[in-house]
T-cell receptor, first 114, second 112 residues
């Protein structure tokens, strides 16, 4: 009964490859997010979708393209992977109400680009 | 991008000691969240604060939303081994802008 799940947990790939990370939430939330955590553990938002619509798009290279087929899923596709893309990518979700703005995080996908 | 100043960066304490960490910002936040991250896992919510001056407890954890809305602190009383991990503060500004800004983290280590 995992709330926010991500696959794969580990991803090792060669530079120049294209890869996708998948995220699913079963909390019934209408907003989903992608965050990147670097080697110094700093967490930074990349994208946010609300009901399948992109609402936050930080300064992220065009090689990163999020896709939300429905409000329970938010996938991240990365083209032409570079060494600097190595990081942990976290998916999160929230249901914003007047009394709650809490974001719930998935377990992360550890991406290593060789 | 914007970053919250979190201190201390790391703490080495003995089991049973109390812990205090804080976050400060140059801008106002309307919501403060405190998360804990264990190795190999995602951040897990500890406490959410929605009103300036609010003091909220969750077991041995207590967090406060600063009255100026530019700071927050987290206290852990009587630390135990499972408290080890990285603690993050995070802030949200205007309602509707759900871009969570994270602090730099406090790494807590318990010395046996």
């Amino acid at each position: 009964d995992t709330a926010v799940s991500q696959t794969p947990k580990y991803l090792v790939t060669q530079m120049g490859n294209d890869k996708s990370i998948k995220c699913e939430q079963n909390l019934g939330h209408d907003t989903m997010y992608w965050y990147k955590q670097d080697s110094k553990k700093f967490l930074k938002i990349m994208f946010s979708y609300n009901n399948k619509e992109l609402i936050i798009n930080e300064t992220v290279p065009n090689r990163f393209s999020p896709k939300s087929p429905d409000k329970a899923h938010l996938n991240l596709h990365i083209n032409s992977l570079e060494l600097g893309d190595s990081a942990v990518y976290f998916c999160a979700s929230s249901q914003v109400t007047s009394w709650s703005r809490t974001q719930y995080f998935g377990p992360g996908t550890r991406l290593l680009v060789l | 991008g914007q970053q919250l100043n979190q201190s201390p960066q790391s703490m080495f304490i003995q089991e049973g000691e109390d812990v205090s960490m804080n976050c400060t910002s140059s801008s106002i936040f309307n919501t403060w969240l405190w998360y804990k991250q264990d190795p190999g896992e995602g951040p897990v919510l500890l406490i959410a604060l929605y009103k300036a001056g609010e003091l909220t407890s969750n077991g041995r954890l207590t967090a406060q939303f600063g009255i100026t809305r530019k700071d927050s602190f987290l206290n852990i009383s009587a630390s135990i081994p499972s408290d080890v991990g990285i603690y993050f503060c995070a802030g949200l500004s205007n309602f509707g802008n759900e871009k969570l800004t994270f602090g730099t983290g406090t790494r807590l280590t318990i010395i046996p």
